[in-house]
C-alpha cells in the first residue's frame, strides 16, 4: 500500500522573510514521506479577498489555513496542506495558499508576481480568486505573470514558437479556475441569462479589428485562452451580513447564506471531481520527489535574480532524480555482490556471472527511478560506475581469496614447522616421515573448500613450505642418510 499523509494542520512550504523567499525544511520532509500520485491546488487572489476559507473547505475543515479579520495580510508566503484525495483512493491532495498579493505593507512589487508565478508552476489546478467581478485589472495581472513564466520558459533557442513546442507548454499550465467573491452583478447579456462560465468566455473574447488599441485589449485574452484552454468560473454571494463576515470561518452553515453554502459545496465537488495529477512537460507526472525538487528549483532561481524557466526545471530535477537513480542503483549493486560473493568465488567466470546477474538487477532499480534521461547519459554513467565496481570486487575478490590461502597455511603447516623445530624428525628415517607427513597436510590443505581464485596456483603453497628453514630441511636429510 502506497504511504499516505494526512497533516493535522498546514505547514509552510515557502517562507516570505523580508520578501526573500525560503524553502522550509519541514514541509519538504512531509512531501519526502508522500508515496501517493499527487494533485496539487494552489489558490492566489488579494489579500483579505477569502482564499485561506475555500482551502479549509477544500481541506475538509472549518480551521487550517490562517482566516484574517482585520486589514493586515496574515498568510505569509505560501502554506501547504497534506490531506487524503476525498474522491480518488491513494492520491494526495495538496493544498497550497499563498499570501494576499496588493498588500500595502510590501515594498518590492515583485515579490508579488513570484508567489503568484510559483503557484502556476507547481499546481496542476490554479485557483483566481478576486472580488466581485472581471475586469481588466485582475486579466493583466494573470496575463502578466502568465506571459512572464511563458518567456522564461524558452528553451533558448529560435525553434521555441514551433507548434509542437507551444503545445508541450499548454500541458503544462494547470487548470484555471476563476472566483469571484462577493458577486453582486446580474449574469446576463442583452437581457439574456448567462452561466458563470459564460460571463468569465464573454470577459476573456477577443475584439475584432487590428488598430492598436484592439491589439491592447485582445492580446492579454488571447495568451489567457492559450495557457489555459480549461477555465471554470465560480460566483460566491455574501457568506452572510456584514456585521458577520470577520467571524463567517466558525460559523455554522445554517447561520451562513444558503446560496453561498451551495456555491461553496459546488466548488470543492468540481475541484475534486477534475483533479488531475501534476505534470511537466512530456506529459512526465510529478511524484513527491518531483514536487520537491520543483520547489527548490524555483526558489533558487528567484533567489538569483530570474523567475522560474519550467524547462530548466525540468532539466535541474531530472539531474536531481537521475542521479539519485544511479545511487539507488549502485546501492543495490553492492547489496546483491556482498551477499552473493561473502568471502570469494573458486573462479573468475563465477564472478563474472555474479557481477552481470547483479548488473541487470542495478539496471533495471534505474529504469524504475530514473526521470527523462532521454540521452542516456545518466544509463551510461551508470555502466561506467557498475565497470568500476567489477573492477574493485575482482581486487577484492582476489585479496579474499589471497587472505584465505595465506591463513589455511599458516593453520596446516604450522604443526609441521613446531614438530621440525622439536627436532621429531632429526633420526633415521625421519625425512621419509616428514615428506609424507608435508604431503599429507598439502592434500589437507587442497581438499579446504571456498579458497577462491589463488587456490589455482601452487604459489602460496610453495612459498609458504619454502618458508621452512632451509637448513632444517637439509639436517633431515643428513640425519636421514646417516
Known amino acids: 500500500?502506497?504511504?499516505?499523509?494526512?497533516?493535522?494542520?498546514?505547514?509552510?512550504?515557502?517562507?516570505?522573510?523580508?520578501?526573500?523567499l525560503m524553502v522550509n525544511k519541514e514541509a519538504l520532509n512531509i512531501l519526502s514521506g508522500i508515496k501517493q500520485?499527487?494533485?496539487?491546488?494552489?489558490?492566489?487572489?488579494?489579500?483579505?479577498?477569502?482564499?485561506?476559507?475555500?482551502?479549509?473547505?477544500?481541506?475538509?475543515?472549518k480551521r487550517g489555513f490562517s482566516v484574517g479579520s482585520t486589514v493586515q495580510s496574515h498568510t505569509k508566503g505560501i502554506w501547504m496542506w497534506c490531506v487524503p484525495h476525498p474522491n480518488i483512493q491513494n492520491h494526495t491532495l495538496v493544498l497550497l495558499d499563498t499570501e494576499g498579493l496588493g498588500d500595502v505593507e510590501k515594498v518590492d512589487e515583485k515579490n508579488d508576481t513570484q508567489i503568484f508565478a510559483l503557484a502556476i508552476l507547481l499546481s496542476s489546478i490554479f485557483v483566481y480568486n478576486i472580488m466581485n467581478k472581471i475586469d481588466q485589472e485582475s486579466i493583466d495581472l494573470l496575463y502578466n505573470v502568465t506571459e512572464l513564466i511563458n518567456l522564461l520558459k524558452a528553451r533558448c533557442s529560435p525553434d521555441y514558437y514551433k507548434v509542437e513546442d507551444a503545445a508541450d507548454s499548454v500541458r503544462f499550465f494547470p487548470d484555471l479556475v476563476w472566483t469571484l467573491r462577493d458577486f453582486f452583478l446580474e449574469l446576463e447579456i442583452d437581457g439574456q441569462v448567462i452561466t458563470a462560465d459564460e460571463y468569465l468566455e464573454n470577459s476573456l473574447r477577443p475584439k475584432q479589428g487590428t488598430d492598436k488599441r484592439v491589439q491592447n485589449f485582445n492580446l492579454p485574452r488571447l495568451c489567457i485562452q492559450k495557457f489555459f484552454p480549461k477555465k471554470k468560473c465560480f460566483i460566491f454571494e455574501l457568506p452572510?451580513?456584514?456585521?458577520?463576515?470577520?467571524?463567517?470561518?466558525?460559523?455554522?452553515?445554517?447561520?451562513?447564506?444558503?446560496?453561498?453554502?451551495?456555491?461553496?459545496?459546488?466548488?470543492?465537488?468540481?475541484?475534486?471531481?477534475?483533479?488531475?495529477?501534476?505534470?511537466?512537460?512530456?506529459?512526465?507526472?510529478?511524484?513527491c520527489e518531483g514536487l520537491e525538487n520543483l520547489v527548490l528549483t524555483y526558489v533558487n532561481a528567484i533567489n538569483n535574480g530570474f523567475l522560474p524557466c519550467m524547462e530548466n526545471a525540468v532539466l535541474a530535477m531530472a539531474w536531481i532524480e537521475n542521479s539519485a537513480a544511479v545511487q539507488k542503483a549502485i546501492a543495490h549493486y553492492d547489496q546483491k555482490m556482498v551477499q552473493k560473493v561473502q568471502l570469494s568465488t573458486e573462479t573468475l567466470q563465477e564472478l563474472l556471472d555474479l557481477h552481470r546477474?547483479?548488473?541487470?538487477?542495478?539496471?533495471?532499480?534505474?529504469?524504475?527511478?530514473?526521470?527523462?534521461?532521454?540521452?542516456?547519459?545518466?544509463?551510461?554513467?551508470?555502466?561506467?560506475?557498475?565497470?568500476?565496481?567489477?573492477?574493485?570486487?575482482?581486487?577484492?575478490?582476489?585479496?579474499?581469496?589471497s587472505d584465505r590461502c595465506s591463513a589455511l597455511l599458516r593453520d596446516i603447516f604450522s604443526p609441521l614447522e613446531e614438530e621440525v623445530c622439536q627436532g621429531i624428525y632429526y633420526k633415521p628415517g625421519g625425512y621419509l616421515l616428514y615428506t609424507l607427513r608435508r604431503e599429507g597436510l598439502k592434500k589437507t590443505y587442497c581438499e579446504e573448500p571456498r579458497k577462491g581464485i589463488k587456490s589455482l596456483s601452487d604459489k602460496n603453497l610453495l612459498v609458504h613450505i619454502e618458508e621452512v628453514p632451509e637448513d632444517l630441511n637439509i639436517q633431515v636429510q643428513a640425519k636421514d642418510t646417516s
Request: charged fraction near 25%; hydrophobic fraction near 40%; aromatic fraction near 8%.
Open 1 to 20: 500500500m502506497a504511504s499516505k499523509i494526512d497533516m493535522s494542520s498546514p505547514v509552510c512550504l515557502i517562507e516570505n522573510i523580508n520578501e526573500q
Open 37 to 61: 500520485p499527487l494533485v496539487v491546488v494552489a489558490i492566489v487572489g488579494l489579500y483579505r479577498t477569502g482564499k485561506s476559507y475555500l482551502m479549509n473547505k477544500l481541506a475538509g475543515k
Open 240 to 287: 452572510s451580513d456584514r456585521k458577520k463576515l470577520a467571524q463567517h470561518e466558525i460559523l455554522r452553515n445554517d447561520e451562513l447564506d444558503p446560496d453561498f453554502v451551495q456555491q461553496v459545496a459546488e466548488f470543492c465537488s468540481y475541484i475534486f471531481s477534475h483533479s488531475k495529477i501534476k505534470t511537466l512537460p512530456g506529459d512526465i507526472k510529478v511524484t
Open 357 to 401: 546477474a547483479s548488473e541487470r538487477e542495478a539496471i533495471q532499480v534505474f529504469m524504475k527511478s530514473s526521470f527523462k534521461d532521454m540521452d542516456q547519459k545518466f544509463l551510461e554513467t551508470l555502466e561506467i560506475q557498475l565497470e568500476a565496481k567489477l573492477e574493485y570486487f575482482c581486487k577484492q575478490n582476489l585479496q579474499a581469496s
